[in-house]
């Protein structure tokens, strides 16, 4: 499985911006989808999760009401829309794959992309 995630760019405080990740699997309806991001010195961690049906999503507090999740499995992409970005979603943002339910720690998904970076000014 190969992602590849793309998107980024920079933008000011209160845009929006959209992500997305391409994955290249015959299977990809068989994987949950993961977005995680990782800020200057700080750990990678989970911003949301959708399930491989898409039925079920997940959110960080730091996402919910302000990031959205989708995936079309007939494109095999997964998108994160952002709105009313703020400084502190300053990060390089990974789209990550697992075979099995959704999950939000990053050691239980097996492939990433290679990451895209999001700068927010104030």
């Known amino acids: 499985v190969q992602l590849q995630a793309f998107g980024g760019g920079l933008v000011q405080t209160g845009d929006s911006l959209s992500l997305s990740c391409a994955a290249s699997v015959q299977t990809f309806r068989d994987y949950a989808m993961g977005w995680f991001r990782q800020a200057p010195g700080k750990e990678r961690e989970f911003v949301a999760s959708?399930?491989?049906?898409?039925?079920?999503?997940y959110y960080s507090d730091a996402a919910k009401d302000r990031f959205t999740i989708s995936r079309d499995n007939a494109k095999n992409t997964v998108d994160l829309q952002m709105n009313s970005l703020k400084p502190e979603d300053t990060a390089v943002y990974y789209c990550a794959a697992r075979l099995g339910p959704t999950s939000e720690y990053a050691y239980r998904y097996d492939y990433w992309g290679q990451g895209t970076l999001v700068t927010v000014s104030s």
């Open positions: 959708i399930s491989w049906t898409g039925g079920k999503t």
